[in-house]
Nanobody, 124 residues
Framework: QMQLVESGGGLVQAGGSLALSCVAS????????MAWFRQTPGKERELVAA????????YYTDSVKGRFTISRDNRKNTISLHMNNLKPDDTGVYYC?????????????????WGQGTQVTVSS
């Protein structure tokens, strides 16, 4: 059983930056593809970025391309999401997830483990 704990959320003005981290505990972290999803009230959970188990391939939703960077450190069982030039539409609860599906899979149900989420609020 893997446990995921996110940190790094907060309040930032539009145009600012934040860095999210997710620490995993449990076996076989390096075998899982990892992802960041976000959710706002009344909307479905949306895939923001994902990274292959070995870090050699990444996926980004169109709205964050060029602004967000996902990375992982398999020695430390962590993934990060560096977010630059934040926009009010980036506001939401950000969740770390682990799974075996292809990293372009946007369906939350295909991921096996989830963190509790961290709030990101971008003010205009």
């Amino acid at each position: 059983q893997m446990q995921l704990v996110e940190s790094g959320g907060g309040l930032v003005q539009a145009g600012g930056s934040l860095a999210l981290s997710c620490v995993a505990s449990g076996p076989a972290f390096s075998k899982y593809n990892m992802a960041w999803f976000r959710q706002t009230p009344g909307k479905e959970r949306e895939l923001v970025a994902a990274i292959l188990w070995n870090g050699r391939q990444t996926y980004y939703t169109d709205s964050v391309k060029g602004r967000f960077t996902i990375s992982r450190d398999n020695r430390k069982n962590t993934i990060s999401l560096h977010m630059n030039n934040l926009k009010p539409d980036d506001t939401g609860v950000y969740y770390c997830a682990a799974g075996s599906a292809a990293i372009s899979q946007t369906t939350p149900g295909l991921y096996d483990y989830w963190g509790q989420g961290t709030q990101v609020t971008v003010s205009s």
